[in-house]
């Protein structure tokens, strides 16, 4: 934690974006988590995404339940809305607000403990209801703010500071959400921005429920020997199965790579995803091949990261309920009140 | 690329942009510390050390300090570090107990220094404690050199070089006054172990074209009236005056002239604006008293009527290609145009002259006719007599005097005492935590967003009715205190450490102006593209880790760093650390 503010001085040849801001501007206020800690590498990451989409910061919303990691919309995007909900309760909450008001993007920050432990069943059900949102775990397998307790992500066998070893089996976030149906979901590590940085700004382009798994080390209780969610642990282990190089909009592509090394992913907003296999084989867009090659590599032992499947043509709740194109809180009260003779109608066709 | 070798003091002297610029190495921003702090008597101190005149340069310094300083390039202005100098001189209070006493015995040696300015001053500073005898002589009735003669009390009181001047002389060094040294031949005849020539360049430029010499009653030159003002010779001038020139002695001279009865007074340049030689700040000030300059003029000759002079005809010039290709001024071809006036003061140059050496005595002149001096040594090619100042590279300003004096100083001890001149002493290099706490530092490390201060002055009407009356006045406590904290505290140096790095990007997050970067090595012209702000001011060095677990180098550009010391907060391993550089150059009689 730091108690000086960060200087307001930039570096003369920061360049701001289309909108006129610069990357300065889409920071938060200064953090007050552990110096090192890797959720800081995360904050600054969305706000380079944010930067570079010239994302207009209030048209996006912020939420986060509790702990470590929920604290950090506090420490990027200053000038978008934030919402901090009790322990657990972000999902439900993010998908409130965008039922109410689809236009915003809608990013949820939440942790291990936060998602699944007590969040489990709220992180379930909005992520199979398809709730429009990039979702961004923090993935430090590890209860910091309570001094360093195992997670529910903690791998069994790995072990604690103290020595301590865990014997529980871990919940793999990616895993699960693939099986609920996300139609995005990638992992990453807080220590590979230039990885991380694409799939975040590409999450947050995809239309439907965005899940990002990230492996971000807490400096202070679990960057040991023996932990596997450390810098060390992660970028012996770390298999990366393809690299988001560019993110492109409704530009035509050209081709810099060779056939076969080259995966393009067309989404329903007319961006182009331009993944760079580094996985022979790897088919980011076949979820039940996916959900073996995962299961596969994690049984050997490794860190699978990148963009591990994506849905081109998902929907989102609001297809499947077809609510109107306008959002509801902006709804008058003609259209929230048509009247008896509209509710005559309605009841006539029931009867 | 390499690892930066932090091992010499090299790399962070360079970070200290304003130590670095100065020609005697003062250390800045530990004596602007010393100043938010109030502790003006030591900042003053650390000030004499390095510059001996802290109070005369606070008003008069050229300021190479200044365009070098850091917030100039995070900012647009640089810290007033002039005018806290001048602040710290102006409230030091008594000195008495911290001055070095003179020797108590001495060394038997002898050493004489011709001329009493800045460079012999400083001289007789470095070797007097020392146990040196040491005899300076000049053709004025008191000690101060240019300082005392070129000056004009507006601008320097006369209080003040008194003061500093005595601080030299309560050393114990003789001063024999109004006494011109007419030969170097007899000198060295004279039992002297060595001689120091600090006679400056006396001789101001005349200019030589038609009616010079009919209308000579009013045409002055520039130097030697500046210095008959100041010694009360002259106490008067025409109404309408022309300066012709372009440097810090015509602004001295328009300014002087404009007290003196000069109601209509201009500057003439040859030059265009940007390129005069007077510093910024003289120009403004000249053009804040009302004086126009007008520029791309060439005087072609003196008008005069029964031998008075009535006015100047000058040629009009442009920066024009000539048949080579080479941009020079050259006449547009417009008609010449006329100036009235009742004088003219010329101050278009200085030069060196040294008729009173002999050229037998074994002391080399190059081919412009200056001495042969070494660079570093400033010993002259007889290996007795040495040079400083502006007798030895020609004309500059008061600091480079205080710096050849303290180098010539250590020359002169060394030779002496029987040793190599040649063999620099090293400077003295601390490099020390400020790390108090977890995120406490022993320096201020919030960044002041504030906007230099202006000084205050002397109202027009009232500078202008004196000649004597100073025009700035001063910081006072607030101003000085709020300019202080402007200082970045560059000698703070970010101090990293590779084995203890665990690449976790908290100092990359973090760092305010983009200043750090891990990356693959390379070629420097190439790694500076890639850095996270490219590294475009190749006047400001890389610093490049050795080689990180994953391969990569952290690389550093410290142009635009402002030392807030956020990287080694934010660092959980402490592979970044804020420690305290300060250098402190080796006078005479250090390193031994």
């Known amino acids: 934690m730091t108690y000086i503010a960060k200087p307001k001085f930039a570096h003369p040849s920061l360049q701001p974006n289309k909108l006129g801001f610069t990357r300065r501007d889409y920071e938060g206020r200064v953090s007050t988590l552990c110096a090192g800690c890797g959720h800081d590498s995360i904050s600054a990451a969305i706000i380079q995404a944010a930067f570079e989409l010239d994302i207009e910061p209030h048209r996006l919303a912020k939420l986060s339940g509790i702990g470590c990691s929920s604290k950090t919309p506090d420490y990027f995007l200053g000038a978008s809305h934030g919402f901090n909900t009790v322990h657990g309760r972000m999902p439900s909450v993010l998908t409130g607000a965008n039922l109410a008001n689809r236009d915003l993007v809608y990013l949820g920050v939440s942790g291990d403990g936060d998602s699944a432990s007590i969040g489990l069943g709220q992180f379930a059900h909005s992520i199979r209801r398809g709730v429009n949102m990039t979702y961004i775990v923090e993935n430090n397998g590890v209860y910091g703010l309570t001094k360093g307790q195992f997670s529910a992500t903690s791998d069994r066998g790995s072990k604690s500071k103290k020595g301590v070893v865990n014997h529980d089996s871990a919940i793999d976030m990616v895993s699960l959400a693939l099986q609920l149906g996300a139609t995005f979901v990638a992992r990453s590590f807080s220590g590979d921005k230039e990885q991380l940085v694409p799939l975040i700004k590409a999450a947050l382009r995809h239309k439907g429920a965005a899940f990002i798994d990230t492996i971000s080390p807490c400096i202070a209780f679990n960057n040991h020997a023996g932990s596997t969610k450390s810098f060390d642990w992660v970028r012996e282990h770390n298999e990366a199965v393809n690299r988001l190089d560019m993110m492109v909009g409704r530009a035509p592509i050209t081709a810099q790579y060779a056939p076969g090394e080259m995966v393009q992913v067309h989404q329903h907003d007319g961006t182009v995803l331009n993944l760079r296999k580094l996985a022979a084989n790897y088919d980011p867009t076949d979820r039940v091949k996916a959900m073996h090659f995962l299961q596969e590599r994690q049984a050997a032992g490794e860190v699978v990261t990148g963009l591990l499947y994506v849905d081109p043509q998902a929907e989102d709740l609001h297809d499947s309920l077809g609510t109107v194109a306008t959002p509801l809180n902006a709804l008058g009260t003609a259209e929230l009140t048509p009247g008896a003779a509209a509710l005559d109608k309605i009841n006539a066709s029931l009867r | ?592």
């Open chain 2, 1 to 592: 690329m390499e690892p930066t070798n932090t091992e010499s003091p090299e790399h962070f002297h360079k970070v200290v942009d304003c130590q670095w610029a100065c020609p005697a190495h003062t250390p800045v921003p530990e004596y602007i510390r010393m100043i938010a702090q109030g502790r003006y008597a030591d900042a003053y101190m650390v000030n004499w050390r390095s510059n001996v005149f802290p109070g005369i340069l606070g008003r008069t310094c050229d300021r190479p300090c200044e365009p070098a300083c850091r917030r100039d390039r995070v900012e647009d202005q640089p810290v007033a570090i002039c005018r806290l100098k001048r602040f710290a001189a102006d409230n030091k209070g008594d000195l008495s107990d911290r001055m070095p006493a003179p020797a108590a015995n001495w060394n038997g040696k002898t050493v004489a220094c011709v001329g009493a300015g800045p460079a012999s001053l400083t001289v007789a500073r470095d070797l007097a404690p020392l146990g040196y005898r040491v005899v300076l002589f000049d053709r004025d009735a008191k000690g101060g050199g240019m300082i005392r003669s070129q000056i004009p009390r507006f601008r320097l009181p006369e209080e003040v070089i008194d003061e500093e001047v005595g601080f030299v002389t309560a050393l114990g060094p003789e001063l024999v006054l109004n006494k011109e040294v007419n030969s170097l031949k007899a000198l060295l005849a004279e039992p002297y172990d060595a001689i120091f020539v600090g006679t400056g360049a006396p001789r101001g430029r005349d200019l030589d074209v038609p009616g010079r010499a009919e209308a000579a009653a009013n045409i002055h030159i520039g130097i030697d009236w500046l210095s008959s003002v100041s010694f009360g010779h002259i106490e008067k001038i025409g109404r309408r005056v022309i300066v012709l020139g372009g440097g810090n002695t015509a602004m001295d001279c328009c300014r002087t002239s404009r007290r003196l009865g000069g109601e209509d007074v201009k500057v003439i340049v040859r030059s265009g604006f940007e390129e005069m030689k007077a510093s910024p700040w003289e120009k403004e000030d000249a053009m804040h008293e009302g004086i126009p300059i007008h520029n791309f003029l060439v005087p072609k000759s003196f008008t005069h009527e029964d031998g008075k002079l009535t006015g100047v005809w000058f040629e009009k010039v442009a920066w024009q290609a000539g048949l080579d290709g080479r941009k020079a001024l050259r006449p547009t071809g417009e008609p010449d145009q006329h100036f009235e006036c009742d004088d003219v003061l010329v101050a278009i140059g200085q030069e060196n002259s040294f008729p009173w050496i002999e050229r037998d005595i074994g002391l080399e002149f190059n081919k412009w006719d200056m001495p042969v001096v070494g660079e570093t040594t400033f010993q002259s090619t007889n290996p007795k007599v040495f040079f400083g100042g502006d007798s030895a590279f020609g004309p500059k300003n008061i600091i480079w005097a205080v710096a050849h004096g303290h180098e010539a100083a250590v020359s002169i001890d060394l030779y002496c005492r029987g040793q190599d001149t040649a063999l620099r002493p090293p400077p003295g290099v601390t490099l020390a935590s400020q790390k108090m706490g977890i995120h406490e530092w022993s320096y201020d490390n919030d960044v002041s967003l504030d906007e230099r201060r202006k000084v205050p002055l002397l109202e027009t009407s009232l500078a202008l009715a004196s000649v004597k009356a100073e025009v700035e006045l001063g910081f006072d406590r607030e101003l000085a205190y709020a300019e202080t904290q402007r200082c970045l505290n560059c000698d703070v140096q970010t101090v990293f450490s590779a084995p203890a790095c665990i690449e976790c990007d908290a100092c990359v997050d973090i760092c305010p102006t983009d200043c750090i970067t891990f990356t693959a090595n390379g070629d420097e012209a190439e790694v500076r593209t890639r850095l996270k702000a490219p590294a475009l001011n190749l006047t400001q060095d890389l610093y490049v880790s050795g080689s990180l677990p994953t391969g990569r180098v952290m690389v550093k550009d410290e142009d635009v760093c402002l030392h807030c010391g956020l990287c080694a907060e934010r660092c959980p391993t402490g592979a970044w650390d804020m420690q305290k550089f300060l250098l402190t150059t080796t006078q005479a009689g250090g390193c031994r």
